[in-house]
């Protein structure tokens, strides 16, 4: 804390400029010049100003700087044949002193950890100074040289498949770094990952006649060449039959031998190609299957054909693919074997034979995709995604279990993830394309923004219990740059469901023909997989006369973030780190928290929270100095890393020296509180878990239930709110201060399709009033089951009134209840039907908006809150919350309803009143007036806390103004102080409200019976306001801490639910009562709830009292009567036994002295103390008591009593001794805590 006093008056005006500039951020620089990048020149001086270090506020200040080092790489391609997988790396200055890393099991528990990338914990290979090296057994083990070249600009390097290829895993994860600080991809992303089985080569389709001639082959790449070139073999699948061509010298046994399904477990292994099984053998035209042992002739017939001699020969031959029987056309495998030709060589990998593009008619079936592997894989909503582009036109097939829903395609078609829709599902994505179910968008941004630009041909199927989708979109007006990928989603299902990228299509490509030779000619039609973001990321810091402030600046920033700092600028101290060649570090922060660092043990003790405020370009970091051992400003050295590899300064350079500093001006009688750091517990925020447990590890102040109608009413007019209360543990929450969300269903579909969640009697009223058919649907789809009523009918609609009418009755003023979320509609009340023609459409707005209104009526009390943003949502005030909330499509589409309208609700209105009924759902600012909320998609929460995903998490909590989310939430992981701890913490420090006492002014002086003006600056450093009218009060406490209840004085023109995200100016008066004595007492301040009349919210300052209020600064009450003493207060049981209390309190004040206190039971004085403690004896045990205290005044003053009920402690005896027992059942005596009620 810091109280500032003038020395000397300063002028009227110069106290009205000062206060505003507390108001208005200006700077008052002395210093004699100011470089055009910001950083100190050689004799600045420090600079006056208002700085809060916000990232917009460095500009107008000196500070010290560093940054990386600029990326001198460029882009990292990948390519490969049957036989090798080829790197490239392009660059500036190209060093020898570098590395590739290989994961070549796609395993993150084989291998070495490599920290630089995200997914780095499993590498198996490495290539350095030109040799191939095996992870091993704890160490790296040669494999011997690969062939390598490189020049200044580039690297290109040949590695043989047969050394690096795992039989667990298709996929290979690729990385490269140069001289330590060099990132390929970007330090903290993801390794480039490969499919390095699997990359269709699909070539073009070329009429082949079998007459024993090689001229019509002529365009066709051959699968496989003689080191010689003189004799090659070519091949292709087309029409379901396998196309061969063999052309050189010819032998007496020409033997063709087939692997039709890719496994060298079956068929015959030769030594020439271990991992290849041959099933089949065709020779001089004879088809010869490997059984038992022994080849096999099928007696099968084939077009075959051979001609020439010498190195002239020519084989040419075609055979069914139903007659080798394979598996699949992409299994097949082929080798070519003479007695003194083989194709390819020993020990290379056998040939694999590719398909030609199919021929597709949209049309349901799903034979002629069968030649095609799939591009990406899901779950069961969708399992399998083929798609490939042929002459302009994009084809793409679906398997899965459901896409009645709405199914979304999005297409990356021009290369670049940074452009288009980012959907947040893929650490890369850039949709420049959405194709919803057959209507065709354009990209407007990277927000959820698209142009509809036409419609793309689309089919939806049954076929062997799944359902199919195929649809064709012409594609030659769209902006394509090289290869096309993509991704499917339906609601938060996604295909590919890795979470990392699109996938690219079948393409259309020749077989690569590269040499390692230092000419990159070879590599200039291949597509990069990865280009490196060339950005720099910078370090700023200074202090102040408080504080040390800190902002990084750059891109793709998280929560990986760790400083150290050297605070007694002395490198002979602290941790010594390997990183900087100057590093004396006394302190770090890492997951948000400050440790000291501790000679003895060589250990890092945690200290406490700082202050961390980020996103995706910048992260503030402060720090009081106070906390680091610094008593003033003054010269101290900083080094960061984010990402566990990102350094700055750079390694190998000194740390940053920070001895720049401003000076905040503070204002002459102005208190300005310490900022505390810490998660607090507030009411109306965070988490919200399910109401029917308990077993949660996390701090919230919310629980969540939902009531279905079946229980709530199973007879009519007979509620069942008791059990229902009990069921959700009521008392349990209450009783430890928690607040109840709750949400009324009538439809909550499950597994059982018999089940119903309204009441037998309103089905029953239902069917007499609408017929069976009426009544409602029963519905069984994939994953939902249950009953959906006829939502039009006017008996329910009548009911539901009745309903609501009595849920008001109980829960309008009950002050245990914190909020509603208007439900009843559709499944789990989330104003949906899915899909809606099993489970029936959903009711027309002139419907929906009366079950809306039966809740506006009757809950006036509660803040209330819709799923999706209709006009009678923004007419009433009404908030929304996502159930959703993480999944980025959802996300992105439910922020953009609220934005710019439901784009939905035609669905339910008229056709003339569509364009109308958007417009009047547009409520951006509905966060305002009540709460945002929501839970996690797919009832799992901790992916969108982990490293990937938590910035994301964090932009959509700023984006939504989200006060609270659950009963999917986070709440149950168990508390530890790893990453994953720190980001709920962040997440949850964000959400809601976060009130902040900045400033405060007053006199220093003042009579009693006065009312003082009190300036205030407050700052909500939350996402959203207060919601409930709670008044700030403040009020004084003697110098021993008792409360004057009558100072206690509400400032009734501050309305907290105004206090939007920002700083706030208040005026506050304070009445000083008369009778008290007269010294120096504080000044408190606090947000009372109205219905304890107590504090009630947690400030984000300094100075907490017991009572829940915050002690301020101090003010002199100047009195000249004589008094009576202040009351005592916190009067507390230290100490109880079966026939005794042990008591204390806080003493009184007076201006004389305190001569003791009387102890009272009822109107006997049980003895008098001079000590603020007292013990009662032979009192019964197991009995409550109340006592009172009141203290006297050498003159013979009385204060107020104070009052408490204690009770002393059962007898707990052993067991078996003859007497009454209560022990527990282990023998031991039960503990007993007495409740306490103090007055």
Not at 213 to 234: C, E, F, G, L
Not at 770 to 786: K, L, M, V
Not at 1165 to 1172: A, C
Request: hydrophobic share 35%; charged share 20%; aromatic share 12%.
């Amino acid at each position: 804390m810091n109280k500032v006093k003038f020395i000397s008056k300063v002028s009227a005006m110069l106290a009205i400029f000062l206060l505003i500039l507390q108001i208005y951020p200006c700077v008052m620089i002395y210093a004699d010049e100011v470089s055009e990048t910001g950083t100190p020149q050689e004799e600045s001086i420090t600079q006056s100003v208002y700085f809060k270090g916000y990232p917009e506020e460095w500009d107008s200040i000196t500070y010290n700087n560093a940054s990386t080092i600029g990326n001198k790489l460029e882009y990292l391609k990948v390519t490969q044949n049957d036989n090798y997988l080829y790197l490239y790396i392009s660059g500036t200055d190209i060093t020898s002193n570098y590395a590739f890393y290989l994961d070549s099991d796609d395993d993150p528990l084989t291998g070495t950890n490599i920290s630089n990338w995200r997914n780095s914990t499993g590498i198996d290979f490495k290539i350095f100074n030109g040799m191939l090296y095996k992870f091993s057994d704890g160490s790296w083990i040669s494999e011997g040289m690969v062939v390598l070249d490189q020049t200044n600009n580039f690297i290109e390097v040949a590695i043989p498949k047969h050394k690096i290829i795992s039989m667990q895993s298709n996929r290979i994860n690729v990385s490269f770094v140069m001289d330590n600080n060099f990132y390929l991809p970007n330090h903290g992303l993801d390794m480039v990952n490969v499919d390095i089985e699997k990359e269709q080569k699909i070539i073009s389709d070329f009429p082949i006649i079998i007459d024993g001639t090689a001229n019509d082959w002529s365009n066709i790449v051959p699968i496989a060449k003689s080191d010689n070139d003189q004799s090659y073999m070519s091949a292709f699948i087309n029409n379901d039959n396998l196309n061969v061509l063999y052309k050189g010298e010819l032998s007496v046994n020409n033997e063709f031998l087939i692997d039709t399904d890719n496994s060298p477990e079956s068929g015959l292994v030769s030594a020439k190609w271990p991992l290849f099984g041959a099933d089949v053998l065709i020779r001089d035209g004879s088809i010869y299957r490997w059984h038992a042992g022994d080849w096999i002739d099928t007696l099968s017939q084939l077009s075959y054909i051979q001609s020439g001699s010498g190195s002239n020969g020519v084989i040419e031959f075609s055979v069914s693919i139903g007659e080798l029987m394979s598996s699949s056309h992409s299994a097949i495998r082929l080798v070519y074997s003479s007695d003194s030709i083989s194709l390819p060589g020993e020990s290379k990998f056998p040939a694999r034979v590719y398909s030609v593009l199919p021929h597709i008619n949209v049309d349901g079936s799903y034979s002629d995709w069968s030649i095609l592997e799939p591009i990406a894989y899901g779950n069961s909503v969708v399992q399998s995604v083929y798609a490939f582009s042929k002459n302009q036109i994009l084809f793409i097939h679906g398997v899965g279990s459901d896409f009645s829903q709405e199914t979304n395609i999005y297409i990356n078609s021009d290369n670049n993830s940074n452009t288009g829709y980012q959907n947040g599902y893929y650490n890369a994505s850039g949709a420049d394309y959405l194709i919803q179910d057959s209507r065709v968008y354009r990209s407007t941004g990277s927000d959820w923004g698209w142009e509809r630009i036409g419609n793309a041909s689309r089919i939806v199927s049954n076929f062997d219990n799944n359902q199919l989708f195929e649809l064709s979109v012409d594609i030659s007006g769209w902006d394509v740059n090289g290869d096309i990928k993509l991704s499917i989603g339906v609601e938060e299902n996604y295909a590919p469901v890795d979470g990392i990228d699109f996938k690219y299509i079948n393409y259309q490509s020749e077989i690569p023909n590269i040499s390692i030779d230092g000419e990159d000619l070879d590599w200039q039609n291949i597509r990069p997989l990865v280009e490196v973001d060339q950005y720099s990321t910078e370090l700023f810091a200074v202090q102040d006369q408080n504080r040390l402030y800190t902002l990084i600046k750059g891109q793709d920033l998280d929560t990986r973030n760790l400083y150290y700092i050297d605070s007694d600028n002395n490198p002979e101290t602290g941790y010594q780190s390997s990183l900087w060649i100057d590093a004396g570090a006394d302190y770090k922060v890492e997951y948000n928290n400050l440790y000291q660092y501790v000679e003895e043990g060589s250990t890092w003790i945690k200290k406490s929270p700082i202050m961390i405020e980020l996103d995706k370009k910048y992260i503030m970091m402060q720090i009081y100095l106070e906390d680091i051992n610094r008593t003033i400003p003054g010269e101290l050295k900083i080094g960061y890393v984010g990402k566990e590899s990102s350094h700055i300064p750079s390694i190998g350079l000194n740390m940053l020296n920070v001895d720049t500093s401003i000076h905040n001006i503070e204002l002459e009688d102005t208190f300005y509180p310490k900022e505390s750091f810490q998660l607090l517990e507030n009411p109306f925020i965070g988490w919200s878990p399910w109401a029917n447990r308990t077993d949660y590890e996390q701090p919230f102040t919310l629980v969540y239930a939902n009531f279905n109608w079946r229980d709530i009413e199973p007879s009519k007019g007979e509620y069942n709110w008791s059990e229902l209360e009990t069921r959700n543990n009521f008392d349990y929450w209450t009783n430890l201060g928690k607040k109840i969300n709750l949400r009324i269903v009538l439809d909550k579909p499950s597994d059982d399709p018999q089940h119903m969640d309204i009441p037998d009697w309103l089905y029953d009223e239902l069917v007499a009033a609408e017929g069976a058919s009426g009544a409602g649907i029963w519905y069984n789809t994939p994953g939902r089951a249950g009953f959906s009523p006829n939502y039009s009918s006017e008996v329910l609609i009548e009911e539901h009134k009745r309903l609501i009418q009595a849920f008001a009755n109980r829960y309008n003023n009950d002050p245990r209840v914190s909020y509603i979320q208007i439900g009843s509609l559709g499944h789990w009340g989330e104003f949906h039907n899915y899909p809606e023609e099993a489970a029936g459409k959903f009711p027309n707005v002139n419907v929906s908006d009366q079950y809306v209104q039966h809740y506006v009526t009757y809950i006036t009390n509660k803040k209330l809150a819709m799923r999706k943003p209709f006009p009678i949502a923004a007419q009433n005030g009404i908030g929304l919350f996502n159930d959703a909330f993480g999944d980025s499509q959802s996300s992105e589409k439910w922020l953009n309803w609220a934005n710019t309208g439901w784009d939905g609700i035609t669905d339910y209105v008229a056709e003339e009143e569509a364009a109308n009924a958007i417009l009047q759902s547009r409520m951006p600012d509905y966060w305002k007036t009540s709460f945002s909320a929501g839970e996690f998609a797919k009832g799992e929460s901790i992916p969108y806390f982990e490293n990937e995903k938590v910035m994301d998490t964090m932009t959509l909590i700023k984006k939504s103004h989200t006060s609270w989310l659950g009963p999917a939430s986070p709440a149950s992981y168990n508390r530890s102080d790893d990453g994953v701890q720190a980001n709920i913490d962040l997440i949850q420090k964000k959400m809601g409200y976060r009130l902040l006492l900045r400033s405060i002014n007053h006199v220093s002086e003042v009579e009693v019976g006065e009312t003082i003006q009190l300036s205030s600056v407050w700052e909500n450093k939350g996402v959203a306001p207060f919601y409930y009218d709670w008044p700030v009060a403040v009020a004084v406490a003697d110098p021993n801490g008792n409360l004057i209840e009558s100072s206690i004085t509400i400032s009734n023109g501050i309305d907290v639910r105004e206090w939007l995200p920002g700083e706030i100016e208040e005026s506050m008066e304070l009445l000083v009562p008369t009778g008290i004595p007269k010294g120096n007492y504080s000044i408190l301040t606090a947000i009372l709830d109205p219905n304890e009349n107590k504090p009630g919210v947690e400030l984000a300052i300094e100075g907490k009292r017991l009572d829940g209020w915050y002690e301020l600064d101090q003010i002199f009450v100047n009195n000249d009567a004589d008094t009576i003493p202040t009351k005592p207060s916190l009067l507390r049981e230290t100490n109880s036994t079966t026939s005794t209390i042990e008591l204390s309190w806080n003493p009184s004040f007076d201006d004389g002295s305190i001569t003791g206190y009387e102890i009272y039971q009822g109107d006997e004085l049980l003895g008098t103390t001079s000590e603020p403690m007292y013990r009662i004896n032979n009192l019964l045990p197991d009995t409550s008591y109340t006592f009172m205290i009141r203290s006297i005044d050498s003159t013979g003053n009385y204060s107020e009593g104070i009052y408490g009920t204690f009770s002393t402690s059962k007898s707990n005896l052993l067991k078996n001794s003859g007497f009454e027992t209560y022990t527990g059942s282990n023998g031991a005596a039960d503990e007993w805590t007495p409740n306490v009620t103090s007055g």
